[in-house]
């Protein structure tokens, strides 16, 4: 599977950003999706999934300020960030879960990753 992501850019603190992550193929709707980061010098960290089914889950990062959520009819998978801070300034990637993983936020959990979108929070 193909992943794009989009819709990163800057934004002054407390701002809110969706980003999308378009997925080649006609099985999306069987996929389970994760939402990483990576900020410059840091490694790359779980943001957020979802399950085939719906399920959702959060890191604590951006628990409360985040919604992952997917449309299979458009294969689209998305991020809306609200409140954002500049410590949320990263590359955010998304990424399919390979088949029978049952870790979110391992990275070796995921087999297919997106080019990534740079979202930039300035104070």
């Known amino acids: 599977v193909q992943l794009q992501a989009s819709g990163g850019g800057l934004v002054q603190a407390g701002g809110s950003l969706r980003l999308s992550c378009a997925a080649s193929?006609?099985?999306?709707?069987?996929?389970?999706m994760g939402w990483f980061r990576q900020a410059p010098g840091k490694e790359r960290e779980f943001v957020a999934g979802i399950s085939w089914s719906g399920n959702t889950y959060y890191a604590d990062s951006l628990k409360g300020r985040s919604t992952v959520s997917r449309d299979n009819a458009k294969n689209t998978l998305y991020l809306q960030m609200n409140s954002l801070k500049p410590e949320d300034t990263a590359v955010y990637l998304c990424a399919k879960r390979t088949l029978g993983v049952t870790s979110w936020s391992g990275i070796g959990s995921y087999d297919s990753w997106g080019q990534g979108t740079l979202v930039t929070v300035s104070s």
């Open positions: 193929g006609r099985t999306f709707s069987t996929y389970n």
